[in-house]
């Protein structure tokens, strides 16, 4: 899985629809709306196999699929961790010339962390790093719900990951619960603290400058009680 995402990453750029489209392609552009509307609405129901069956018969129906239409798929298949499946369809997004984003590359992430497959995520999010993609929280949400799906949980890759999320000035309380599956809740919610903590501290540091400043430019500074 690790090494087709290596390859999808390095997929051709996908060319994005004109802004004057005519009114054929805005037609299409329509008729693709309406497609990811039910392939939505199947999945909410939790029929997933139907949602991909519409996004299999969209082409057979002149309508062309875009990136949501995949997307909306593809997160279906982290119900189950079914990263056979994923895989396919990121091998048909490539057939369509459709170049995926963040949320693609996340989706992917939260695939195989319903399997646990830590050290897939952490070799896919290497390659990525490598090819310039910002990992956000949802990059590091999915490692560290591997981790808590190991056994036993994996906790040094967890904290190293929540190390790096914070370091990144990403949200540590959007993790919260998965990290609580690794570590505990007591000590997820230490580690929270003590990093929001830090988070605070930083910011004053940074702050001090600019108010020492303003403090010296101050016109009390400027009054006749500090001439001497």
Known sequence: MVAFCQSFSQSPTAQSPS????????ASLNATAAYNEMIHNCIKLGNVQQGEALLNNMEACGVRPDLLSFNLVLNSYAIDGDVERAARLLSAMLQHKIEPNDVTYATVCKVMAVRGLVAEIEAFMQVLRQHNVS??????????????????PDVPTAERAFKELVELGLRPQSVKKSLARVVGMDRASAMISHACQDKATIEKLLEAPAIIKSSFSSPSFDSPAYIS
Do not use: H, M, Q, T
Request: aromatic share 12%.
């Open 19 to 26: 802004k004057n489209a005519s009114p054929d392609e805005a």
């Open 135 to 152: 990992l956000n929280v949802y990059f590091f949400g999915a490692l560290i719900s591997a981790c808590g799906r190991c056994e036993p």
